[in-house]
Each structure stands twice: as structure tokens, then as C-alpha cells.
């Protein structure tokens, strides 16, 4: 499975945190400890937001080891809210438009993990994206046809029952179908000042998921000190091995970072 950061605090350069920790972005997208694959090269992407309403996206197919490009893009780049990724894929092809992150105006998707059956239940999702959101389905993956779901759910308006909605919706068309495969994912979305992380498994094996508070990968790279209040990252495994620094995400449970700090909340599926 994937690979997955996203950073919230003041702006930082992007390789601070997807190139220089000691277990990267980079580092887990060839030896990854956590997940299923430990090699994540079926492409990868950054999304990140500077003084415009919408995020900049730049991805590829490439193992993210492998681009230069990317390497200079994120040495140039500062933030103060972005995101990062690298994929493993789980039987779509590997294409520039099946690259996370997903975008939609101003918001920023990407995600982690599988719903079981795709193949089976694909029709059925896939129609129930709204007529007018429909033509922004571009690839083959679960996972965008998972965010304009949150889309027609109403992401713009409530977030967190957009998420309970669409994870209902995923899992009434799997029971429907006769999926006994399980449905397991860690996901978060953006629109520039609010990241939504969600760790969620229909059974009890779901994706890892951790934040830390204060970045504290950052305090031997030379970056400009981050006070602990006004900062988040939220990771598929940690960047180094201070493991008191690293808080996991409990399943069924959603993380929330904005202006307003960092709750991490229980989550249930509804209607």
C-alpha cells in the first residue's frame, strides 16, 4: 500500500520533510516498515499551497526516487500546508492520472489503502458521483472515485459527514455485491487552512496512521525552529525512530489540524 505525509504550520521548504529525515517520504518509498508493500514506485505527488486559493500539483510515474525534478521542485518550494505521496498500486494502471494527490478547486486528496471488491462495486460508485463532478473523474482508482464522492457528499460543507456518508455508501454497495473483501484506508483532504485525516478498516487491520505535533524531524536539519502549537504532521509511519515524539491515529477514529490546533475524534459510518 501507500505512502502518505501531510505538513500544517508555518511555511517550510518541502524536502524538509519528504527528502532529509532520517526515514523520509523518499527513504519509505524503496523500504517502507509499515506497510504491506515496502516498495512504493508506482509513482508518487506533492500538493502543496502558496498565496493562491488553489494548490499547486506536481506528479509522475516514476519511482519518487528516481525524478530529479521532484527533487529540485521541493528544495525550492515552501509551504505551510502540503502534502506527499507515493504509491503502491493495487491492480490500476500506472498512470500520471492515477497519481495522488487528487485536486478538485481548492482542495487537496489523497489516500491510502483499498476497497475491496473495486471491480465489483465500481459501477455502482462511480454513478453515484453527482452529474456535475462527474466529468473530473480522470483515472481508474478507487481512491478518486472516493473523493468525488466526498464531493457530492458535501465536503465543502461538513467535512466530517461527508466522510461518514461516503464510507456508508462503500460499504452498503460492497454488502449489496456479495464482497467478502475488506475495505481499509487512511486518507486525508484539504482547502488550504484544514487538514481531515481518517484511519478506518472494516475490519480490525487498518493502514497505520501517526502525527506528531511540533515536527520534531525538523530539529536537526537547520530549518527555522517550529513551536509546538503551530505545527502538525501527519504520517503512514514515522520519519525517524523517536518513538515518544510519534502519536498514532486509533482506528475509526479522524484526525483534525487547523488555526483552531489538533483533536483527533472517534468516527463511525452514517447515513
Not at 203 to 225: E, Q, R
Not at 236 to 256: A, F, G, K, N, R
Request: charged share 15%; hydrophobic share 40%.
Amino acid at each position: 500500500m501507500c505512502r502518505w505525509l501531510a505538513y500544517a504550520g508555518p511555511p517550510i521548504y518541502l524536502d524538509s520533510l519528504i527528502l532529509k529525515p532520517k526515514r523520509s517520504l523518499i527513504t519509505q518509498s524503496r523500504a517502507a516498515q509499515q506497510s504491506l508493500s515496502s516498495i512504493n514506485a508506482d509513482g508518487f505527488g506533492i500538493g502543496w499551497y502558496g498565496d493562491k486559493e488553489t494548490p499547486g500539483v506536481y506528479r509522475d510515474i516514476l519511482p519518487a526516487w528516481n525524478d530529479t525534478n521532484l527533487k529540485s521542485l521541493a528544495a525550492q518550494v515552501r509551504s505551510g500546508l502540503f502534502f506527499g505521496h507515493v504509491r503502491a498500486t493495487t491492480g490500476t494502471p500506472v498512470i500520471k492520472v492515477n497519481c495522488h494527490p487528487f485536486t478538485y478547486g481548492r482542495y487537496l486528496f489523497m489516500h491510502n489503502g483499498v476497497i475491496g471488491g473495486f471491480s465489483k462495486v465500481r459501477r455502482a460508485l462511480t454513478m453515484a458521483i453527482a452529474p456535475e463532478l462527474f466529468p473530473e473523474l480522470q483515472g481508474t482508482t478507487d481512491s478518486e472515485v472516493f473523493f468525488l464522492l466526498l464531493l457530492t457528499r458535501g465536503l465543502e460543507n461538513d467535512p466530517e459527514t461527508a466522510f461518514a456518508q461516503t464510507v456508508a455508501l462503500v460499504e452498503t454497495e460492497m454488502k449489496a455485491a456479495g464482497v467478502t473483501d475488506h475495505f481499509a484506508m487512511t486518507a486525508a483532504v484539504s482547502d488550504g487552512e484544514t487538514i481531515y485525516a481518517l484511519r478506518y478498516a472494516s475490519d480490525p487491520y487498518a493502514p497505520s496512521l501517526y502525527y506528531a505535533i511540533g515536527v520534531h524531524p525538523l530539529d536537526n536539519l537547520g530549518v527555522p525552529a517550529v513551536e509546538a502549537d503551530q505545527a502538525c504532521l501527519i504520517v503512514s509511519e514515522p520519519l525517524d525512530e523517536v518513538e515518544d515524539q510519534w502519536h498514532e491515529v486509533p482506528p475509526s477514529h479522524m484526525l483534525i489540524a487547523g488555526s483552531g490546533g489538533i483533536g483527533v475524534f472517534p468516527f463511525e459510518p452514517g447515513t
